[in-house]
C-alpha cells in the first residue's frame, strides 16, 4: 500500500505504539499545514487506506468538559466489516 510522506511520517509517530496528542502529531505536517484542523484530515485520509489493511487511527476524548483534549491511537481492527 502507498502511503504519502506525511502519511508515513504519522505512522512512524503511532509505530510507538502509545496515544499521541494533535499538537504532537502537528509536527510531522508540513509547515503549510501545521495547524489542529489538518490533522483532523489527514488522519481522516489515513484512515481510507488503514481500513482496507483492517487497521484504523481513532480518537480517545478526555478530559473534562471545556478542558477535552484528544489522543489518537493506532489499532488493529477485530472486525473489518467495510
Given amino acids: 500500500m502507498h502511503f504519502t510522506p506525511t502519511q508515513q511520517r504519522l505512522l ?17 505536517l508540513n509547515d503549510e499545514l501545521q495547524e489542529p484542523k489538518s490533522v483532523r484530515v489527514m488522519v481522516f485520509l489515513l484512515n481510507k487506506k488503514l481500513i482496507k489493511k483492517g487497521e484504523k487511527i481513532v480518537s480517545i476524548r478526555t478530559g473534562k468538559p471545556g478542558k477535552e483534549s484528544a489522543q ?10 467495510e
Fill in 12 to 28: 512512524d509517530v503511532f509505530s510507538d505504539g502509545k496515544g499521541h496528542t494533535t499538537s504532537e502529531l502537528v509536527k510531522c
Fill in 72 to 81: 489518537y491511537l493506532h489499532v488493529r481492527l477485530l472486525r473489518n466489516d
